[in-house]
DNA sequence: CCCGTACATAGATATCTGTCAAATTAGAAA
DNA sequence: TTTCTAATTTGACAGATATCTATGTACGGG
């Protein structure tokens, strides 16, 4: 939050005067509000972590165990299990020991949060639609 | 769309006959879906294209010059360029030379799709709130 | 035509990431 | 306890990625 305050609407205005760009209409996102959220999106930037959040959240009781989404894809025990602690470890989905099974549930809050983030709402990045 | 239609729901029963888990309630995303999906979520999946995004969005007239952009950050220019090529490459931007400068604005329909998707009312992924 | 500015491309490199095989932990049942 | 199954952790490795420097291209002004 330090160099971020800087008059960015200032820059772009060369000596003959003539502005290359309009100013800023909402306030864009600072340096740090991107690193936070930055890692809210790589999470879901993957195939497999989309789908599995997807198979998750479509699980009628809203929890699905390990053994159903290791089922639906190619690969490995551990593949599966890398991902899942992928997403859980940004925060979107949680999880619970049952006896020999593990259950993971999505967070919805935070898939909301993002939602609303890119959405055409958004106060940092509302689009010109 | 080959193994993707196998009954996934059948899964997680074990010989005692005891379900691990509850059938699917939504329908949840193909493999195809998935790797188009993803490298949209990629493209803003880094805390600097993130800002470059919320800083095009939020110039008012819709688009902003690459000088402005550049200006705003630590980094080189070709740094820039790079990361402005993989937001327009995944179709989240656009540009266009205008005599000395290149100008950059985002196409809202795009960031829609990817909000809608994660979003509450999302058929993909519908949470259990 | 030549020069300066704005931006992009090419090449190099250090770091991150997705995947698997092997080993480990946790629980259930015998 | 021993054994079986479910899931995670570890270690290794190929491929992707973010960044820089150096070079190239496009445009406008003398």
Redesign the interface.
């Known amino acids: 939050m330090s160099?971020q305050e800087?008059p960015?609407i200032d820059?772009?205005v060369d000596v003959s005067g003539a502005a290359?760009?309009?100013?800023?209409?909402?306030?864009?996102?600072?340096?740090s509000e991107?690193?936070e959220?930055?890692?809210l999106?790589?999470a879901?930037?993957?195939?497999?972590r989309?789908?599995l959040?997807?198979?998750i959240?479509?699980?009628?009781?809203?929890?699905?165990?390990v053994?159903?989404l290791t089922?639906?894809f190619?690969l490995t025990p551990p593949t599966i299990s890398h991902h899942l602690k992928v997403l859980k470890q940004a925060g979107l989905i949680d999880s619970e020991r049952r006896g020999t099974?593990v259950?993971y549930?999505?967070k919805?809050?935070v898939?909301?949060r993002?939602?609303?983030?890119?959405?055409?709402a958004s106060p940092?990045?509302?689009?010109?639609?």
Chains 1, 2 share one sequence.
């Open positions: 160099k800087l960015i820059a772009g290359c760009c309009a100013p800023l209409a909402c306030e864009p996102l600072s340096e991107a690193a959220l930055a890692p999106f790589k879901i930037a993957d195939p497999v989309l789908r959040l997807s198979l959240a479509c699980h009628k009781g809203g929890e699905t165990c053994c159903d089922a639906a190619d099974w259950y549930w999505i919805p809050e898939l909301a993002m939602s609303a983030l890119i959405g055409p940092v990045l509302a689009g010109t639609a």
